[in-house]
C-alpha cells in the first residue's frame, strides 16, 4: 500500500455545517464591461518562472490596424496556423472576435504565443471550439515518430478571454470546448474562460473549457492567475471536469479561481448500468496514473456535480502520483458522493499533501 503522506501547516477539514473559512473570497471583482477578473484575489503564491507570462515585445504577427473591426477571425486562424508571437492592435477598449471555426496550431511551424494584451475576447459564439492542437493529428502534420511525447510546438495562450466555446459536434476530439490539446506543452497565463461547453454526458467526457491529452516527458500544464466561471452565470459546463479535464496530465495551478462550473453528466466513469455516465469533477477531472495535480494559491468554490468530485475528481488508477494543495481555499462546492477530503473524490491510499489550506 502506498504512503499517505500530508503535511499541513494549518489545515481546517470540516463537514456540512462549518463556518466560513480563511483566505479567499466570494466575490472575486467583476470587470464592468467584460465579466469577472483573472485569478484568485486572494492568491499571492510565487510563480515560478516557467508559468509567467511570455515575452511579445518582437510579435511575428499583429492582427488588426487599430480598431476592433480590423482584427478578424481568418486573421487569428491564419497567425496560429503560421505559428508565431501574436498580437493585437485593436484600440484600447476590450472587444471581441467570434470564430466560425477552430484556430488550428501546425506541428512543424514556431511556437504559438497568443496575446490578447487583457483586452481582446476570443469567441465561439456557441457553435465552435476556439482553440486546437494535436501533435497526433496528420492534417496537422506528424513530426516526429513519437507524437505523443514531443516536446513541440509549446502553445501559450496569455491575457486572453475564452468564451461561449462549443465542441459539443466534435465526436472525434471529445471535451475542451475552448481549448483542445495533446502533446508538446500548453500554459495559459491571465486568462479567463466564461461559458465554454462541451459534451453534456458521457465518461471520460469532459473539460468545458480545456481537455488535455499527454505533455513532453510528463511535464504539467501550467495555469497562472486564471479564471474559471467566477460568479454566476459565467461558469464552464460538461459531462466531467466543468473547467478543466484531462487523462494522464499533470498540472500545476497558480492563483487561480474555479468557480460555477458544472459537471453535467450522471452515472459516474465506468457509466453504471441505464446511465450514460460523467458527473466527476465540478471544477477538475484528472483521470490516469501516475501523475500531479499540484494547486497554490487557489480558490475553488460553488462549483457543482451529480456522481463525484464536487470540487477535484482525482483518480490514479494504479494509486500512484499526488495531490499537493498550497495556500488554497475549496469550500462550498455541493452535490455527489465518495469523498476523501471535503470537495475531492481520490483513493484515500493516494498520495496527497495539504499545506496552509481550508478545505469546507
Not at 163 to 168: C, L, M, P, V
Not at 178 to 196: D, H, P, S, T, Y
Request: net charge negative; hydrophobic share 35%.
Amino acid at each position: 500500500m502506498q504512503i499517505l503522506r500530508v503535511f499541513t501547516v494549518f489545515l481546517f477539514v470540516c463537514l456540512a455545517g462549518c463556518g466560513g473559512g480563511s483566505g479567499g473570497v466570494s466575490d472575486p471583482g467583476t470587470d464592468p464591461v467584460n465579466g469577472p477578473l483573472a485569478g484568485n484575489p486572494d492568491g499571492h503564491y510565487p510563480v515560478p518562472a516557467g508559468a509567467r507570462a511570455e515575452d511579445v515585445s518582437a510579435p511575428d504577427h499583429v492582427i488588426g490596424s487599430g480598431t476592433p473591426e480590423s482584427c478578424t477571425a481568418d486573421d487569428v486562424i491564419q497567425a496560429v496556423a503560421e505559428g508565431g508571437r501574436i498580437v493585437f492592435n485593436g484600440g484600447t477598449e476590450p472587444f471581441t472576435i467570434r470564430l466560425n471555426r477552430p484556430a488550428k496550431v501546425f506541428n512543424n511551424r514556431p511556437d504559438v504565443v497568443i496575446d490578447g494584451g487583457g483586452l481582446v475576447t476570443l469567441s465561439g459564439a456557441g457553435t465552435t471550439r476556439i482553440l486546437y492542437m494535436n501533435t497526433c493529428d496528420p492534417d496537422q502534420v506528424w513530426t516526429t515518430d513519437h507524437c505523443n511525447d514531443q516536446d513541440h510546438p509549446r502553445l501559450c495562450v496569455q491575457n486572453l478571454t475564452f468564451i461561449d466555446g462549443n465542441s459539443k459536434a466534435d465526436s472525434a476530439h471529445d471535451g475542451g470546448g475552448a481549448i483542445w490539446v495533446r502533446g508538446g506543452r500548453l500554459k495559459a497565463v491571465n486568462c479567463r474562460f466564461f461559458n465554454n461547453v462541451c459534451a453534456e454526458t458521457g465518461p471520460d467526457v469532459g473539460g468545458g473549457a480545456i481537455r488535455v491529452f499527454d505533455q513532453y516527458h510528463d511535464l504539467p500544464v501550467t495555469l497562472a492567475h486564471c479564471t474559471f466561471g467566477g460568479s454566476p452565470g459565467y461558469g464552464n459546463s460538461g459531462s466531467n471536469g466543468g473547467a478543466i479535464s484531462s487523462i494522464g496530465v499533470s498540472w500545476s495551478i497558480y492563483n487561480s479561481l474555479f468557480s460555477y462550473n458544472r459537471a453535467l453528466g450522471y452515472g459516474a466513469n465506468p457509466a453504471a448500468a441505464g446511465t450514460p455516465g460523467g458527473g466527476s469533477g465540478g471544477a477538475i477531472y484528472n483521470d490516469g496514473n501516475t501523475m500531479t495535480l499540484a494547486l497554490y494559491g487557489t480558490l475553488l468554490e460553488h462549483n457543482q456535480v451529480n456522481a463525484h468530485g464536487s470540487a477535484i475528481f482525482f483518480i490514479t488508477n494504479d494509486h500512484t502520483g499526488n495531490l499537493h494543495i498550497e495556500d488554497s481555499v475549496i469550500r462550498n462546492n455541493t452535490g455527489g458522493s465518495w469523498y476523501a477530503l471535503p470537495g475531492i473524490s481520490m483513493h484515500p491510499d493516494t498520495a496527497r499533501e495539504i499545506v496552509n489550506s481550508t478545505l469546507l
